[in-house]
Nanobody, 127 residues
Framework: QVQLVESGGGSVQTGDSLRLSCVAS????????LAWFRQVPGKEREFVASISKRGGRTFYAVSVKDRFIISKDMTKNTVFLQMNNLKSEDTALYYC????????????????????WGQGTQVTVSP
């Protein structure tokens, strides 16, 4: 199973930017599409964005499209989430997830379809 370690969270103000990182390790990394989810206490885990195993395709939730960018550094086995123009509703614990993909499409929700998860990194956006 893939191991995932997130970093880069923090406390910012509305309109600021943050970049999250997720380092993947373990067997058969090149078989996995990667994604970011987020969760607020008391609510279900929400899909944010995903990227295909070769990095050529991406998929975004409507709520973050045009503000967030997912990318991948294949040489470092790292996926990034560049978050711009942050809003208070972006406040959440952000998780990195991996899913074994037969095709080279960006993986889709639900969260139950993903095979591996990181521990999460907190993002807090204040007005």
């Amino acid at each position: 199973q893939v191991q995932l370690v997130e970093s880069g969270g923090g406390s910012v103000q509305t309109g600021d930017s943050l970049r999250l990182s997720c380092v993947a390790s373990g067997p058969n990394l090149n078989r996995n599409g990667l994604a970011w989810f987020r969760q607020v206490p008391g609510k279900e885990r929400e899909f944010v964005a995903s990227i295909s195993k070769r990095g050529g395709r991406t998929f975004y939730a409507v709520s973050v499209k045009d503000r967030f960018i997912i990318s991948k550094d294949m040489t470092k086995n790292t996926v990034f989430l560049q978050m711009n123009n942050l809003k208070s509703e972006d406040t959440a614990l952000y998780y990195c997830a991996a899913k074994v993909m037969v095709t080279d499409y960006a993986p889709s929700p639900p969260s139950s379809a993903f095979d591996s998860w990181g521990q999460g990194t907190q993002v807090t956006v204040s007005p």
